[in-house]
C-alpha cells in the first residue's frame, strides 16, 4: 500500500514562498504521476500542479507562473514550490494521482496566506 505524507505549510504573508513536500513510502514504485491538490474552505478539492511521464508538467490558471512541480525519485518525493502566494491561496494541500485519486489521501498541510 502506497502511504503519502504532505508537509512544508505554514502562515505567510501575501508576496512569500513556501515549498510543499510529498513522501511516498510503503512501495517501491517510482513515482511517474503525481499532483498536487488543495481544499479551500467551502470549495472542492481541485487539482492545481501535476507531473507526468516524461516530467511532463500542467497547472491550474490561477497558479501559473507562481508554482512550480518538481520530483525525486530517488527521495520518492514530490515538490510544489510556491511563489508569490496570494490570500486565495489559503487551502488545505494533498498529494496524490493527477487523473485519478487512486491513493489514500494523507494528513495535507495547511497553508495561510495572509494580507
Known amino acids: 500500500q502506497v502511504q503519502l505524507v504532505e508537509s512544508g505549510g505554514g502562515l505567510v504573508q501575501a508576496g512569500e514562498s513556501l515549498r510543499l513536500s510529498c513522501v511516498g513510502s510503503g512501495t517501491l514504485v517510482v513515482i511517474n504521476a503525481m499532483g498536487w491538490y488543495r481544499q479551500a474552505p467551502g470549495k472542492q478539492r481541485e487539482l492545481v500542479a501535476a507531473i507526468r511521464y516524461g516530467d511532463k508538467k500542467t497547472y491550474v490558471d490561477s497558479v501559473k507562473g507562481r508554482f512550480t512541480i518538481s520530483r525525486d525519485n530517488a527521495k520518492k518525493t514530490v515538490y510544489l514550490q510556491m511563489t508569490s502566494l496570494k490570500p486565495d491561496d489559503t487551502a488545505v494541500y494533498y498529494c496524490?494521482?493527477?487523473?485519478?485519486?487512486?491513493?489514500?489521501w494523507g494528513p495535507g498541510t495547511q497553508v495561510t496566506v495572509s494580507s
Open positions: 496524490n494521482g493527477p487523473d485519478s485519486p487512486i491513493y489514500r
